[in-house]
T-cell receptor, first 113, second 110 residues
Framework: DTGVSQDPRHKITKRGQNVTFRCDPI?????LYWYRQTLGQGPEFLTY????????KSRLLSDRFSAERPKGSFSTLEIQRTEQGDSAMYLC???????????FGPGTRLTVT | QKEVEQDPGPLSVPEGAIVSLNCTYS??????FMWYRQYSRKGPELLMY??SSGNKEDGRFTAQVDKSSKYISLFIRDSQPSDSATYLC??????????WGAGTKLIIKP
């Protein structure tokens, strides 16, 4: 399978715990994006990497959120001290530097109890 | 007012009908326009990607962009029950950031 993959697919955690999600982009894509989506809404942009450099981070993203892409391949998104409002689908997408068409993974569904 | 407006539906049509899905937008700087299909609890799947005004056809799908009216459409011909999903429009605001509609839920009745 050469698509974008995400792990885990589902995560249930208690409020206050830390969680980490992983994204493996399409191998030839140098751009990687994280989004958050809640029910009935379109995806909300969180952050963007070109290779290993994090070039943009949404102003809406609190300091509890951090993302890395250490070798310009896979990426991790960590949420510290989770809150119930963090419950959402976390989506990863990747694209090449050309037309920039973004291809999405299946998402990680987070439930904070 | 949101930058991209999309009727949430649901839109229910009989199998075989032609479906028309639409988005309006306010920012004339948008140049790239996309349609994604999203099944329940799955990630969005890119259907159509168009640049500037005009039409683009791919199988049963046609994307139409009218920049003068700030209006984009997706037409689905010979609709099938497997087309039942949420359809999201997205537009490129800058080199990378997509601005999204909220999605229209489409139901194709057998």
């Amino acid at each position: 399978d050469t698509g974008v993959s995400q792990d885990p697919r589902h995560k249930i955690t208690k409020r206050g715990q830390n969680v980490t999600f992983r994204c493996d982009p399409i191998s030839e894509h140098n751009r990687l994006y994280w989004y958050r989506q809640t029910l009935g809404q379109g995806p909300e942009f969180l952050t963007y990497f070109q290779n290993e450099a994090q070039l943009e981070k949404s102003r809406l993203l609190s300091d509890r959120f951090s993302a890395e892409r250490p070798k310009g391949s896979f990426s991790t998104l960590e949420i510290q001290r989770t809150e119930q409002g963090d419950s959402a689908m976390y989506l990863c997408a990747s694209s090449s530097a050309g037309t920039g068409e973004q291809y999405f993974g299946p998402g990680t569904r987070l439930t904070v109890t | 007012q949101k930058e991209v407006e999309q009727d949430p539906g649901p839109l229910s049509v009989p199998e075989g009908a032609i479906v028309s899905l639409n988005c309006t937008y306010s920012n004339s700087a948008f140049q790239y326009f996309m349609w994604y299909r999203q099944y329940s609890r799955k990630g969005p799947e890119l259907l159509m990607y168009t640049y500037s005004s005009g039409n683009k056809e791919d199988g049963r799908f046609t994307a139409q962009v009218d920049k003068s009216s700030k209006y984009i459409s997706l037409f689905i011909r010979d609709s099938q029950p497997s087309d039942s999903a949420t359809y999201l429009c997205a537009m490129k605001f800058s080199n990378y950031q997509l601005i999204w509609g909220a999605g229209t839920k489409l139901i194709i009745k057998p």
